[in-house]
């Protein structure tokens, strides 16, 4: 059942990074880089799932995925950077 689990979850992740690549609006930010966040979500949906299966044991699919879900959203918004704007300096 596990690796339904870690299937689904990498096909998850990439669902949302490719999502996020095609309709995050430019207001938000932009990515570093499209091979970056293409990994991303997927690493990301796989850790969450293995660390969910973990906790939760098996015969929990539809939380692991949802925690897979979660956890490859959150670190997907940490790659996007600020869009236009003034940059700052720490010494400014």
Known sequence: MILWEA??????GLAVSYGALRWLPERYGQFRSRTLTLA????????GALLAHSVLGPGQTPATLAVSL???????????????????SATA
Do not use: E
């Open 7 to 12: 299937l689904g979850s990498v096909l998850i």
């Open 40 to 47: 991303t979500g997927p690493v990301a949906a796989l850790f």
């Open 70 to 88: 979660g956890v490859a959203v959150a670190l997907l918004s940490l790659l996007l950077r600020q869009g236009d704007g003034a940059r700052r």
